[in-house]
């Protein structure tokens, strides 16, 4: 079976670019939640932080794929930097503007028919979607068409978190990439950088380290998934 194992990794916009209305509406957001001017601070930090998570305020600054075949590819900004197109460990790293970056991604997605991402349906999916149009993109696969697979013609969309919890019928939390690559023996990418530390790691211009993150999230979302075929795929 053909299939593209992929991830993406996002940051917020920065605060100094949003305006009055935007920033207004945050503070409304955090005083919700606050009863003192300490909560207030903290929510504040929690809505920053939070910023990553939606596409309509932030971007796209990594995309990591890798094939059936170990062909992989890891686009990936670094703006204001010199950075040349290089290769390691046989994955090609291409750098380019988020723009750029996705329309690498959707031209290489053409040529798949199956998808398997680690919980692509709620997050890299629509944002893959989103940032796209908002960049003037039309994505080239339809990767939210149902949520079941037996239903999913244009490609099949393979999300672990779904075929793990069983579209949710197992009780109890839902599965993180951290603990179901540690019950199966597979090295987990977390020793290292974080999702959460990406936003950081942008800001110190820590591009290449980024995506090198990006796709060793790729390589353990793939030996899970072969996991998941061999002993679970009925």
């Not at 991402?117 to 629509?126: E, H, K, L, S």
């Not at 080239?140 to 069983?166: C, G, I, P, S």
């Amino acid at each position: 079976m053909d299939y593209l194992t992929f991830d993406i990794e996002t940051i917020g916009k920065p605060w100094d670019e949003f305006d009055d209305t935007s920033k207004k509406i945050f503070k409304e957001w955090a005083q919700r939640s606050s009863k003192t001017d300490e909560d207030f601070d903290k929510a504040m930090e929690n809505v920053k932080e939070g910023l990553p998570l939606s596409p309509f305020m932030g971007e796209i600054v990594a995309i990591a794929s890798l094939d059936q075949d170990g062909r992989g590819a890891v686009y990936f900004q670094a703006p204001e930097e010199d950075i040349e197109d290089y290769e390691e460990n046989d994955i090609k790293y291409r750098v380019g503007s988020e723009k750029d970056i996705l329309d690498k991604f959707w031209e290489l997605s053409r040529h798949y028919n199956n998808f398997v991402t680690f919980g692509g349906r709620g997050f890299d999916a629509p944002y893959l979607n989103i940032r796209s149009a908002v960049n003037g993109i039309k994505p080239m696969r339809n990767l939210l068409e149902n949520r079941y697979l037996q239903y999913q013609r244009d490609a099949k969309h393979y999300d672990l978190v779904d075929m793990f919890n069983f579209y949710g019928a197992m009780w109890g939390r839902q599965p993180k990439l951290h603990f179901v690559a540690q019950a199966f023996g597979i090295k987990t990418p977390k020793g290292g950088m974080d999702g959460k530390e990406v936003p950081k790691a942008f800001e110190d211009k820590r591009y290449k380290e980024i995506a090198k993150y990006c796709m060793d999230d790729v390589m353990a979302t793939q030996k899970i998934f072969e996991k998941w075929d061999e002993y679970l795929n009925f």
